[in-house]
């Protein structure tokens, strides 16, 4: 698709179309396109200057709003875009324990850097088990073996077998990194005590836990999904809805795993970290997330949640097996007979290609979600919007 220009929950193509917007850029516009809010920070900022290499107060003020906000953020530092944040936090949790290995889930994406570029749609005909590294397509040829030597892959929300995986590679874990919820694939929930479960391994271990929040991050609540689930890690990524779409991500944590940063054990660098005019769109968005947080999150969360229940009683009415999970900010639609999708496994059984058809009818008739069949909202969408989104839903099914 070519975008002409973007406003609130609606984008228009070049052929003049008006879609109603679930993508939202993959999730960043969280006030809606072209917000006026994030219109003005950034207009001004770019006419005091859009690079300064130095120290400047947006980024304090980012940084204290961010440790308001999130239970875990003590300390906080910025990059550009969310690989070069896990990047990062990888590269602290090894520079802290000394250790190498480093456990993520199958499902679960985590930017396209080399130690973290696997495992994540696997094609399952060549995947083999769960627990082994598969090199996301495409970029087979170019990942030397020594990029997956430390990396352990392990399927989502199976505590057990992360508990084998710490006893098989006992003292050799310097951390394990999930997404809170998996977005990535899906809108998958932790399964109850699995994120806890997580929280007490490694800290029995020595380990850091990592919490990719570049899209749940100031999505799920203003405290991401670490308050939505109330578990805290010892660090966390977040990007995406940080700065409503101006390109900024953040490490934050606990200050004692921060602190090898600022120290320079850990090194930590980038031209455009906390550049000025992304930073007065990351200060202008916070400010009304966390401010006005008692109405925008329930806001967004019913509105999803509308159309959750509006999807399943089209899927019902049409005869079509369906399945659409998540907290409301974000959800999926998963066309399948399951009742319960836990894992990449689960997610790859659904009918993918007639998800993708559905992606399809649905554009055709004015509503534009992420392919794979993921939903994002906003606070501008309208219930006027979802209305109308939910009558392009009916006339979608019926033809499919
Ligand atoms: C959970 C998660 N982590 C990391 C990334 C990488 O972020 P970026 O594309 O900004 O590098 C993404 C991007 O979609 C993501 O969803």
């Known amino acids: ?41 950034v207009s001004e900022q770019v006419a005091r200057g859009v690079a300064y290499a130095a120290q400047h107060e947006w980024e304090a003020e980012v940084a204290e709003r961010i440790c308001a906000m999130v239970p875990g953020a003590e300390l906080v530092r910025f990059n550009t875009v969310g690989s070069e944040a896990v990047h990062g936090a990888l590269r602290l949790a090894r520079g802290l324990t000394g250790r190498p290995k480093i456990v993520k889930f199958e499902g679960n994406y985590h930017g396209w850097l080399d130690p973290v570029l696997y495992s994540v749609h696997p094609d399952l005909a060549l995947a083999g088990q769960a627990s082994q590294p598969n090199a996301v397509p495409g970029s087979a040829a170019s990942l030397t073996p020594h990029s997956a030597a430390d990396l352990i892959v392990l399927p989502y929300n199976d505590l057990g077998l992360v508990r084998d995986c710490f006893e098989r590679f006992s003292g050799q874990i310097a951390a394990v990194i999930c997404e809170p919820l998996l977005c990535n694939t899906g809108a998958i929930m932790p399964v109850p005590g699995f994120l806890e479960g997580l929280r007490e391994l490694c800290t029995a271990q020595g380990a850091l836990l990592v919490f990719d ?12 999904a670490q308050e939505f ?58 400010s009304i997330l966390d401010e006005r947080r008692e ?7 019913q509105a999803g949640q509308a159309l959750m229940a509006g999807i399943r009683a089209a899927g019902e009415r049409h005869g079509v097996p369906v399945l659409v999970s998540g907290p409301g900010s974000v959800f999926q639609v998963y066309l399948t007979e399951k009742s319960d999708v836990r894992d990449y496994r689960d997610f790859a059984a659904c009918d ?49």
Request: proline fraction near 5%.
């Open 213 to 224: 929040e570049i899209i749940t991050g100031f999505r799920l609540a203003a405290g991401g």
């Open 352 to 400: 993918r290609p007639r998800m993708a058809r559905l992606h399809e009818l649905l554009l055709e008739r004015g509503v534009n979600t992420v392919p794979r069949g993921l939903w994002f909202l906003s606070t501008a969408h309208s219930p006027a919007q979802v209305d109308e989104t939910l009558g392009a839903v009916d006339a979608a099914f019926a033809a499919l």
């Open 1 to 41: 698709m070519f975008v002409d220009h973007a406003s609130g929950a609606e984008l228009w193509d070049v052929d003049g179309n008006r879609l109603i917007d679930y993508v939202l850029g993959q999730g960043p516009n969280i006030l809606g396109h072209a917000a006026p809010a994030v219109v003005k920070a």
């Open 295 to 301: 109405a925008v999150y329930p806001a967004m969360h």
């Open 229 to 286: 689930f109330g578990v805290t890690p010892d660090l966390a990524t977040f990007g995406k809805a940080i700065a409503g779409g101006m390109p900024v991500s953040a490490i934050a944590g606990r200050e004692e795993v921060m602190a090898a940063i600022a120290d320079g054990r850990v090194a930590h660098a980038g031209t455009f970290n906390s550049q000025p005019v992304a930073m007065a769109a990351a200060a202008a968005v916070l």
